[in-house]
């Protein structure tokens, strides 16, 4: 069965400090994150990458890349995270790929879900990795007060990689590009068009960087792993 990774990484970083560029090429253990991000995948779980960037971005990703040890095949990506998925979707239309895992940049630790996600996605479903959501929620009225306290039993914080049978998601995408819903993952969309998604345990180290500070958590992470 053939499969195919998706590393979107044409995202700005602007909420982790632009000023020093895209968090997707900041070091952390001093290699680009995406350096170690693309290492999840170059163990034998897919047999194609495309990594989906943004245009000023080419010499950072060829850098990132032949570090992690491979060829990349660059996809330019577009405003938002859905339009940068569809692009690397669409690149993959020659290669055909049975299955594709779908993964942000910025997610370095992935390397304990990677395989439980390829494995679920094999039976031909849509798979997530997600954690049970640890802190107690609540929705605000808008004005600052608390309005309710959403029960948290049975909630979930979805991370990626999000596998997903290749046909029928790129399908999916194709029709969520055209409705007016924005979709801020892959499983969202997958669940719009009716596709079912399987969840598998994810882990706590999966951590997905947003701020600068998730760069200092980042670094004790890999410091951890190294003893
Ligand atoms: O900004 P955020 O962390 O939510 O982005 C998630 C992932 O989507 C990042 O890896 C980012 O590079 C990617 N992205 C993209 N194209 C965009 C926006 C975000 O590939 N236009």
């Known amino acids: 069965m053939k499969s195919a990774a998706i590393i ?8 982790a400090g632009a000023a020093h560029g895209p968090k997707q090429y900041r070091n952390i253990g001093g290699e680009p994150v995406l350096t170690h991000t693309l290492r999840n995948f170059t163990n034998g779980s897919v047999d194609h990458i495309v990594v989906v960037i943004h245009p000023d971005d080419q010499a950072l990703c060829q850098h990132a890349c032949a570090l992690a040890g491979i060829q990349p095949h660059l996809v330019i990506g577009g405003r938002t995270r859905q339009e940068s998925v569809l692009r690397g979707l669409e690149a993959l ?11 942000d940049a910025a997610r370095p630790f992935a390397h304990g879900v990677v395989n439980k996600v390829a494995e679920a996605v094999s039976e031909l479903a849509g798979a997530i990795p997600a954690l049970p959501i640890a802190d107690t929620l609540k929705r605000g009225n808008g004005a600052g007060l608390v309005q309710v306290t959403v029960p948290r039993a049975g909630l979930y914080a979805a991370q990626t990689p999000q596998g997903f049978p290749y046909q029928p998601i790129l399908s ?3 029709q969520a590009a055209v409705c007016e819903q924005e979709f801020t993952d892959d499983a969202s969309i997958a669940e719009w068009a009716g596709l079912p998604v399987h969840l598998v345990a994810g882990t706590p180290e999966n951590i997905k960087i947003t701020y600068a500070n998730d760069l200092l958590v980042a670094e004790a992470q890999l410091d951890l792993q190294d003893k």
């Open 172 to 174: 999916a995408h194709r």
């Open 93 to 103: 239309v020659d290669f055909a790929p049975e299955t594709v895992l779908i993964h």
């Open 8 to 15: 979107v990484a044409a995202g700005r970083g602007e909420r």
